[in-house]
């Protein structure tokens, strides 16, 4: 089952478990509720009874000071921990950290990217793409987009930097 947290106790599981993904998600978000239901019926069964993987929710809403700090401006969000470090991808594109939106077969491209995690040794760290769609940063499937009518009266998360 995915475990919804607060900001705040992140770290202490990112430091508890091998592999940590979060699922920055939105209760208004439409594309987050599939997410949803794509970890609960897809992903969690294969990884049950895995002690060294989490998968928890953050809800952007309820934490947007850390969502913020992390840049989150598009949901869904999943970024992935590794031993207690935020992983960075090494994709054609750049690094990336996250994947941004819905993809179609989703569930396989979290199934893969836990699958390398797993198999990769103790203290190394990714050096390709591991399965992180290239088009994941074009936040074409977000909430944000999709739902700016609906909710503008809602806070907007803006980033840091202009050039994320």
Same mark, same amino acid.
């Given at each position: 089952?995915?475990?919804?947290?607060m900001a705040d106790e992140?770290?202490?599981?990112?430091?508890?478990? /091998?592999?940590?993904?979060?699922?920055? *998600?939105?209760?208004?978000?439409?594309?987050?509720?599939?997410?949803? !239901? $794509?970890?609960? !019926? /897809?992903?969690?069964?294969?990884?049950?009874?895995?002690?060294?993987i989490e998968i928890v929710?953050? %809800? $952007? %809403? @309820?934490?947007?000071?850390?969502?913020? %700090?992390?840049?989150?401006?598009?949901?869904?969000?999943?970024?992935?921990?590794? &031993? =207690? /470090?935020?992983?960075?991808?090494?994709?054609? /594109? =750049?690094?990336?950290?996250?994947?941004?939106?819905?993809?179609? @077969?989703? %569930?396989?491209?979290?199934?893969?990217? $836990?699958?390398?995690?797993?198999?990769?040794?103790?203290?190394?760290?990714?050096?390709? #793409?591991? =399965? $992180?769609?290239?088009?994941?940063?074009?936040?074409?499937? #977000?909430?944000?987009?999709?739902? *700016?009518?609906?909710? #503008?009266? *809602?806070?907007?998360?803006?980033?840091?930097? &202009?050039?994320?």
């Amino acid at each position: 089952m995915v475990h919804e947290i607060m900001a705040d106790e992140l770290e202490e599981l990112i430091h508890s478990k /091998k592999i940590v993904i979060v699922d920055f *998600s939105a209760t208004w978000c439409g594309p987050c509720k599939n997410l949803g !239901t $794509i970890l609960e !019926t /897809k992903v969690i069964p294969t990884i049950e009874g895995d002690e060294d993987i989490e998968i928890v929710k953050i %809800d $952007i %809403d @309820q934490n947007k000071e850390f969502a913020k %700090d992390l840049q989150v401006m598009s949901v869904p969000t999943v970024m992935f921990f590794l &031993e =207690g /470090k935020r992983l960075v991808f090494q994709t054609e /594109k =750049g690094p990336q950290d996250r994947i941004v939106g819905l993809f179609p @077969q989703m %569930d396989q491209i979290l199934l893969n990217v $836990i699958e390398n995690l797993k198999n990769m040794p103790e203290g190394s760290a990714p050096t390709g #793409s591991e =399965g $992180i769609p290239e088009e994941s940063c074009a936040d074409e499937t #977000s909430c944000e987009e999709m739902n *700016s009518e609906e909710n #503008s009266d *809602s806070e907007e998360l803006t980033p840091a930097e &202009e050039d994320q």
